[in-house]
């Protein structure tokens, strides 16, 4: 009886593959394996023989890969050797960036499962090494891919490559490659995969590559403004609103002394029109950090929402010193200055109004000539109208210039 129930023990230890496994494994056709895989999956014995699995698609997608580069270094060497362009071997160009993609998620899917303890406890990856380090070395023909898409105005197949790219640069399967060759452009791509993926309404999809982009220091502020707008788009309900502000809360939390967030959040407030919150965000703001532009701004703003000209230019006084190359600010300093000059009966008082208005005019119409972001004209004219007249030859070259 001892003897029997070792040669069962013994037979169970050593059982060979499955048969969901061995249905998998004699494929040679990419596409049938791949639907053997998710039909068979569940039936596989073990996590070691899903990542077997998984790792013969990687084995069949890099067949292609291996196929298709061949042929492109064997062209590369005939060049060298003179061979006429008529004579270059055409190869499978999409052919060759579909499988690199089918290879990366296919292996990151394969590693998922290659990472989970045995029986025994033991985590024994069997395939990581091999599969990150033979898909790194084309991973580059994705990028060439993608700009060829988006030259095509083809946002899906640009968003497939950049997306593929960028996944596999940020997976835990490739953290041991050499990333240094790609550093100055793996951003770039991670932004405008992002904004591809918004363009397509995959919105989970966008805001991972654009908090990949955020940690390149040249892309940071880029991806984080369309992260912004990006989430404050296509809002629909009441609880979509607060579901964005919570979103953006949490990264203001993380870096609360950038403006730009503290002005996306402000924005959401006022669309709400919780003026409570808008004003405790701001003050709370303005106590840590007191020369916050966009703080300021936004104060000024309020009051002149609330037409409080005086208060309004008392806060965008402040804005356009902490920023003096702000035309906007100095736009809106100008106009509230204006209303405390027309409001007001003592001569004097409004005279050195209007000569305020004027100068935050002046300084607007100097950063912004084209009008491209402030449109300072007329209320400029109105300023030197009130405090020169109709005829003086200086109200004369602002209505020129309304």
């Known amino acids: 009886m001892m003897m029997a129930m070792m040669l069962v023990a013994s037979a169970t230890a ?14 040679k056709n990419y596409a049938d394996a791949t639907q053997l895989v998710k039909s068979n999956l569940s039936q596989m014995a073990n996590d070691a023989e899903k990542a077997k699995a998984y790792n013969h698609l990687v084995d069949l997608a890099m067949n292609k890969v291996t196929k298709e580069t061949a042929t492109i270094a064997e062209n590369q060497v005939g060049m060298q050797m003179g061979r006429s362009a008529n004579e270059i071997v055409p190869y499978d160009t999409l052919g060759l960036v579909d499988a690199i993609c089918d290879a990366i998620y296919n292996a990151i ?6 990472q989970l303890p045995n029986a025994k406890g033991k985590i024994s990856p069997k395939f990581a090494e ?15 891919a993608g700009q060829e898409e988006a030259r095509k105005e083809n946002k899906e197949a640009t968003l497939k490559y950049w997306g593929a790219f960028t996944d596999s640069a940020n997976d835990p399967l490739f953290a041991a490659q050499n990333h240094d060759a790609e550093k100055e452009y793996a951003g770039q791509v ?6 591809y993926a918004f363009d397509l309404k995959d919105m989970d999809r966008a805001n991972r590559y654009f908090e990949i982009a955020k940690k390149d220091p040249q892309q940071k502020a880029d991806a984080l403004n369309f992260q912004l707008y990006a989430m404050r788009s296509n809002l629909k309900t009441h609880a979509d609103s607060v579901a964005c502000i919570n979103k953006i809360k949490a990264i203001y939390d993380a870096e609360p002394e950038n403006d730009a967030v503290l002005d996306a959040l402000n924005s959401m407030y006022d669309g709400m029109k919780d003026r409570a919150a808008q004003n405790a965000l ?17 104060k000024g703003l309020m009051a002149m929402s609330d037409n409080n000209a005086e208060v309004g230019a008392e806060w965008l006084r402040k804005a356009a ?4 190359d702000n035309a906007v600010v100095f736009t809106y300093l100008g106009i509230c200055l204006n209303v405390q000059a027309g409001n007001t009966d003592d001569d004097t008082k409004r005279k050195a109004l209007f000569k305020e208005a004027i100068e935050a005019f002046d300084k607007a119409k100097e950063l912004d000539p084209d009008k491209r972001q402030a449109n300072w004209g007329y209320n400029r004219y109105q300023a ?3 405090l020169y007249g109709e005829d003086d030859s200086r109200t004369k070259a602002a209505e020129a210039d309304r």
């Open 14 to 27: 050593f059982a060979g593959d499955s048969d969901a496994l061995k249905a998998v494994m004699k494929s």
């Open 109 to 114: 899917e394969c590693n998922k499962y290659d």
């Open 130 to 144: 091999k599969n990150a380090a033979r898909i790194w070395g084309v991973r580059s023909h994705l990028v060439n």
């Open 190 to 195: 991670a932004f405008f995969a992002g904004r």
């Open 282 to 298: 701001l003050d709370n703001h303005l106590a840590k950090f007191p020369n916050s532009f966009a703080a300021l701004a936004n």
């Open 321 to 324: 010193a902490a920023k003096p």
């Open 384 to 386: 030197y109208y009130g």
